[in-house]
């Protein structure tokens, strides 16, 4: 491929591309558009940071439901993020501060198969064949693939097609390059627990991608998933079984898993490893949760493990033998969207601690759900 000159490609180090983006709060009438960066400041470090616009117009706050800003100036926006997060903050007063940055900074990266992974600055109309003109893939290859990351939407294309060279960047997209006849692979996106490519093998189906890309993750929709093929949906089953597992792939092909419209979380707290909120999933168990946070603390007593779950207005409390769960001579205990576990030390606990009644506050503004 000929290469194109110009002044504006110019090729950076990792180390030096960070900048710190300046604000555009002066500009309070313009629309939100995917890809605009909010920063949040509050009292509550999980919350406190910068989130990214997707493409459909949503924002992810994580534990927070997601917020929807698609044709909101930036003022509705700033006060409907901050009342998203302020609602998931202690009633005790504390501000929140929301912020719009400026994206026009972010450069372009690119990873896989290139002389030098590494990132360039974006340009207004820069193209993709002027971004491989100036990143230089890996010689040697009949077919070059590139799996185009445009804010979180990801489509894997082939590089000889003028319509697929002419397509415009924006700040901040990622590259990756694939070698056709170095690596036949397949690509596994979307809710799984590794999104990515993973290596073709004959007969390898469905329900073994999912499989190598760790499986899916509780914010997986199940009846969402597809499978595409030269652009082209050829596998979109509606229903997530053991028959929509068995389609046959072809190297090449991408799968994709959308996520959940709703989330749903239960709480884990007291004596383990990681306490912290949790997706929830069907099927999720007392043992399931306990070991999702890292299991529990060498201080904790199982025998006395407190699931909390507000019912009908009331809290209602039940304890349960996790040790005789985890050795196979109880039932494990289902759970439901909103439930709040607390593993006591080995000294026991009659009471709910504060800290496990403000999660269980916080569940419950929640209703459970994002």
Not at 152 to 178: C, N, Q, S, Y
Not at 182 to 205: D, I, K, N
Not at 239 to 265: C, M, P, Q
């Amino acid at each position: 491929m000929r290469f194109l000159a110009g002044v504006w490609l110019l090729l950076l180090s990792l180390a030096g591309v960070a900048q710190t983006a300046p604000s555009l709060d002066s500009a309070p009438d313009r629309r939100i558009e995917p890809g605009d960066r909010f920063r949040v400041e509050c009292s509550d470090p999980t919350l406190a940071r910068e989130y990214s616009v997707e493409s459909h117009g949503r924002l992810d706050l994580g534990v927070v439901p997601p917020v929807t800003l698609a044709g909101m100036t930036v003022t509705q926006a700033q006060d409907r993020l901050a009342e998203s997060v302020r609602a998931a903050l202690p009633a005790d007063g504390s501000t929140v501060k929301v912020s719009l940055l400026w994206r026009g900074d972010l450069p372009i990266r690119f990873t896989g198969a290139v002389t030098q992974p590494g990132m360039m600055e974006h340009h207004e109309d820069l193209t993709l064949e002027e971004a491989l003109c100036a990143i230089q893939p890996q010689e040697g290859s009949e077919a070059t693939f590139v799996l185009v990351d445009q804010l979180g939407a990801k489509k894997l294309v082939e590089t000889d097609k003028p319509d697929v060279l002419a397509m415009r960047l924006a700040p901040g997209d990622h590259l990756h390059f694939v070698l056709s006849n170095r690596v036949r692979e397949v690509f596994v996106l979307g809710a799984v627990a590794a999104p990515g490519s993973y290596p073709y093998t004959a007969g390898l189906t469905l329900e073994r991608a999912i499989a190598l890309a760790g499986g899916l993750t509780p914010t997986a929709n199940r009846n969402e998933i597809e499978v595409m093929r030269a652009n082209t949906v050829v596998h979109q089953p509606g229903e997530w079984n053991t028959e929509a597992g068995s389609f046959a792939l072809r190297a090449g092909d991408v799968v994709r898993i959308a996520l959940k419209k709703e989330r749903f979380f239960v709480g884990v707290d007291g004596a383990v490893r990681h306490p912290a909120i949790l997706d929830f999933d069907e099927g999720m168990t007392l043992l399931k949760a306990v070991n999702a946070v890292g299991g529990p603390a060498d201080q904790a007593d199982l025998s006395k493990v407190q699931i909390l779950r507000v019912d009908g207005g009331r809290q209602v409390r039940t304890i349960h033998d996790l040790l005789s769960i985890s050795r196979g001579l109880k039932a494990d205990v289902p759970l439901k969207p909103g439930d709040a576990i607390y593993v006591p030390t080995g000294k026991g606990v009659k009471s709910v601690p504060a800290n496990v009644d403000l999660l269980i506050r916080r569940l419950t503004r929640l209703g459970g759900r994002g």
